[in-house]
């Protein structure tokens, strides 16, 4: 079965710690993104990368990393230096060519 | 820079009432629209993009350079049809999008 695999689907975290969300997608996308999701925010784009080991910083990337070793993984790690934690984060990838964006699950991050 | 804006965060019609989610966009050069849906618990998905000209589930939108806008429109609204909405505008195939602020429609029995 083919898609964009986000894990965890539920994390909490401590204030002062990093955690890390993992993006697995097996479409054999050039492209891959993380976007928050908060109520009445819309998405935003935190970081994207277009190919292997290069990414570029989006519109929110503040407080957070990411790195792109492999095409098919994209982590995003949400360190302690990120205000506001605490949302909704999705995980997308497209083609090189193309604009139609595929989307996980998601993952719901609380800092407690 | 580019920027997408969804007017309503709530809208709320009657099943079989015509229903429209307001869309526009700033950007000076000819970009690519899309309609993405969000069904409850479900994943974001693709409903249609401006290119492609075609009705998905009875929704149609039409690219309007002149006023800039790129509104969802459905003639019946169906209760199947609640869920959010985001409108998102790309500058070029391949390029990030940018994504509206999102609209929840609810279609009332």
């Known amino acids: 079965d083919g898609g964009i695999t986000q894990s965890p689907k539920y994390l909490f975290r401590k204030e002062g710690q990093n955690v890390t969300l993992s993006c697995e997608q097996n479409l054999n996308h050039d492209a891959m993104y993380w976007y928050r999701q908060d109520p009445g925010q819309g998405l935003r784009l935190i970081y994207y990368s277009q190919i292997v080991n290069d990414f570029q910083k989006g519109d929110i990337a503040e407080g957070y990393s990411v790195s792109r070793e492999k095409k098919e993984s994209f982590p995003l790690t949400v360190t302690s230096a990120q205000k506001n934690p605490t949302a909704f984060y999705l995980c997308?990838?497209?083609?090189?060519?193309?604009?139609?964006?595929?989307f996980g699950e998601g993952s719901w991050l609380t800092v407690v | 820079a580019q920027r997408v804006t969804q007017p309503e965060k709530l809208l709320s019609v009657f099943k079989g009432a015509p229903v429209e989610l307001k869309c526009n966009y700033s950007y000076s050069g000819s970009p690519e629209l899309f309609w993405y849906v969000q069904y409850s618990r479900q994943r974001l998905q693709l409903l249609l993009r401006h290119i492609s000209r075609e009705s998905i589930k009875g929704f149609t939108a039409d690219l309007n350079k002149g006023e800039t806008s790129f509104h969802l429109k459905k003639p019946f609204a169906q209760e199947e049809d609640s869920a959010m909405y985001y409108c998102?505008?790309?500058?070029?195939?391949?390029?990030?999008?940018?994504f509206g602020e999102g609209t929840q429609l609810t279609v009332n029995p």
């Open positions: 997308a990838s497209t083609e090189s060519s193309g604009n139609t964006i595929y």
């Open positions: 998102a505008l790309g500058l070029s195939s391949g390029s990030r999008l940018t």
